[in-house]
């Protein structure tokens, strides 16, 4: 009879197995709630519950799964186990083959390394002074890439005329550009590195001087 009572309250969980010992418990004091008056009686009922409840709490919270939060420049974001794995290339070239006249372009290129879809939103350089530049036409007139689906293993190329950008930089107070940003659907944010910026305008600049 005690085995029934037991398999069916484990069915309940926590609360179930936690009620069942407790009633075996008082049945080994043939405990009888008639021999005592009302009020008692509602006193140990309360107390009962309260030590079930008590137990329940301490399992849902000691084997409940665990949480990580990532803390990023724009809050809670994913775990870094979900963010995808893409990378931000930027550097310096000459370009060829193409209708416009440009002889010096900042190459961008956007790399998903992850198994799963990138889904990439915008780009913009980031410059000194915690000033922004949004480009809306690459170097040979195109739009810049709007909303894309970048595939796993692929990338998106963008090629702005480092000449143009460089000089509205400066023509815009002095400034200078520290790095590449693109921002996916769900505004997470991913750079390239100050470092390949810095390569790449020393490149340019060491191929003016030649020019």
């Not at 030590?51 to 799964?65: D, K, L």
């Not at 992850?114 to 040979?140: C, H, W």
Request: charge should be neutral; avoid cysteine.
């Amino acid at each position: 009879m005690e085995s029934k009572i037991i398999k069916a309250l484990v069915v309940l969980g926590v609360p179930g197995v936690a009620l069942g010992v407790f009633y075996l418990v008082l049945r080994q004091f043939n405990f009888q709630f008639e021999t005592i008056a009302p009020t008692e009686t509602a006193v140990i009922a309360v107390i009962f519950l309260l030590m079930v409840g008590g137990i329940t709490f301490y399992a849902i919270h000691r084997w409940a799964p665990e949480r990580r939060i990532q803390e990023s420049e724009g809050g809670a974001q994913s775990t870094a186990h979900d963010r995808p794995d893409v990378r931000v290339k930027a550097t310096w070239g000459i370009p060829t083959g193409m209708g416009r006249n440009v002889n010096s372009v900042l190459f961008i290129d956007i790399q998903n390394h992850s198994d799963q879809i990138f889904f990439f939103n915008s780009l913009y350089l980031e410059l000194s002074k915690g000033k922004t530049m949004v480009p809306r036409v690459d170097a040979f007139d195109r739009p810049v890439p709007g909303p894309t689906k970048i595939d796993p293993g692929s990338s998106l190329n963008v090629a702005l005329d480092f000449l143009e950008i460089t000089g509205a930089a400066l023509e815009a107070g002095d400034l200078t550009i520290q790095r590449v940003v693109i921002r996916d659907q769900i505004d997470r944010v991913f750079y390239s590195s100050t470092e390949d910026m810095q390569i790449a305008i020393h490149n340019m600049k060491m191929w003016q001087k030649k020019a």
